[in-house]
Every structure is written in C-alpha cells, then in structure tokens.
C-alpha cells in the first residue's frame, strides 16, 4: 500500500485530501509545520509528497528544492498560487506536477495515481536485472548464485559454484585440468589439481541425469572436460 505525505497548513484541504486518498487505498500521513514535513520526507519512506507553497517553518518551493537535491520521490505541488511564474519555479525546482486550488478531488486522486504508477516503472526498470545462464535443463543466476535442474533447485558449494559457471560460459571449449585449476583456485598448477576432478565428479552428481553418460560435462580423455550444449 502506497504511503502518501501531505505536508498542507490548511487543515480543512490536507482533510480532504486525506479523506479522498484513504478512499482509493492510500496510507495517509499530514504534516501541517514545513519544516516537519520536510524533516519527515527526509527521514521517512513515504511514496509521494502533496505539498503546499505557503508554509510556516519553511515554504514549498524550499523543501521541494531539498527533497529533489536527495531523493526521486514525486512531489505534486497543491498551491493557490495561480501565476505561472509560481509553477515554472516549482516545476524547476523539481516538482512532478502542480495542481491549483480549488482542485477537483477525483482529478488530484487521478494525477497522484499516475505519478506513483510511472515513478514505480521508473524504478524497476532501473533495477539490473539478474544474469541468467540457461542451458538445457539447466539455469544458473549468477547475481544470486543459485542454481536449478529441470526446475528443482541444488546447492552448491562457492568452488562448484565458479567451476559449473565458468564452463557454461565457455561451451564447447576444452579446458585442462591445470587450465581450469588456475582459472577457479586462481592458483599456478603446481597445486594439487586432482581437486579439480574431485569437483566435476560432484558437479556431475547435481546436474546429470546418468553421471556414467555425462550429458553436460564431457570428458575428453588425455586433454581434460568441455561443457557441450
């Protein structure tokens, strides 16, 4: 449920608004002093801020200033300035909107509506989304290091982990044991590079259906393992 500020002196207009927006679902909060309003706009997680001009404490056109210098939440200013000059200041200094009183509550109810609906598919198109491996069977997201087979989800250790992946991204590419050793365990081969194979056995036991007839992780007998897509 969307939470909303209404940071408005007038107490009979913040009430209305207040009133309108509990109607349509919103969780509701009013701040009638500027200066409170923006220490909680600041502080608090609200999603969208209905703010007056004419303020005690601090005015409109300053706390949108502060709130925009810090966060991307939508403000809609609500003023009974009417002169344009008044909503090219605000608009400048950040503002989303600005509605003029007396206002049509439906209308202030619609336009908040579509602020938050456009300010949400801004913000989850803005979150990466995570890198996804998918082959036959198999899907490996390498943001969360999760791995599924045939939908049932396995664990692996860290090393399992970087050494399936690692293969998956280069498919149909042999690699030596002392290749892969180096590229997993970042270690010159002069290590024990049996772990290696020790690795691809339980790598095998989580993803092959027949470990006896590996279908992803092949052997090359005298060179070291290819994974075939």
């Not at 801004?122 to 599924?148: C, F, H, M, Q, Y």
Request: hydrophobic fraction near 40%; proline fraction near 3%; glycine fraction near 6%.
């Amino acid at each position: 449920m969307s939470r909303i500020l209404i940071i408005e002196d007038e107490e009979s207009i913040a009430e209305l608004e207040k009133d309108y927006l509990e109607l349509s679902g919103f969780t509701v909060e009013i701040e009638n002093d500027g200066r409170k309003g923006l220490e909680k706009s600041l502080t608090e997680d609200v999603d969208l801020i209905l703010l007056d001009l004419m303020l005690p404490g601090v005015d409109g056109f300053e706390i949108c200033k502060t709130i925009r210098s810090k966060k991307n939440t939508p403000v809609i200013i609500v003023s009974a300035k009417r002169d344009d000059i008044d909503k090219i200041r605000g608009l400048g200094l950040g503002a989303d909107d600005y509605i003029t009183k007396p206002f049509s509550p439906s209308e202030m109810v619609a336009r908040v509506k579509a602020h938050l609906a456009r300010y949400q598919r801004l913000v989850s198109n803005s979150k990466p989304e995570n890198e996804i491996i998918e082959v036959r069977g198999i899907r490996i997201d390498k943001t969360a290091r999760r791995v599924w087979v045939n939908g049932e989800e396995k664990n692996f250790t860290t090393k399992e982990f970087d050494l399936l992946t690692f293969l998956a991204e280069n498919p149909n590419h042999v690699f030596t044991k002392e290749e892969l050793f180096r590229e997993i365990w970042g270690m010159e081969s002069l290590g024990d590079i049996a772990t290696v194979t020790v690795h691809i056995k339980k790598i095998r036991e989580k993803i092959e259906y027949n470990t006896a007839k590996p279908q992803y992780i092949e052997t090359i007998w005298g060179v070291g393992y290819r994974f075939r897509v």
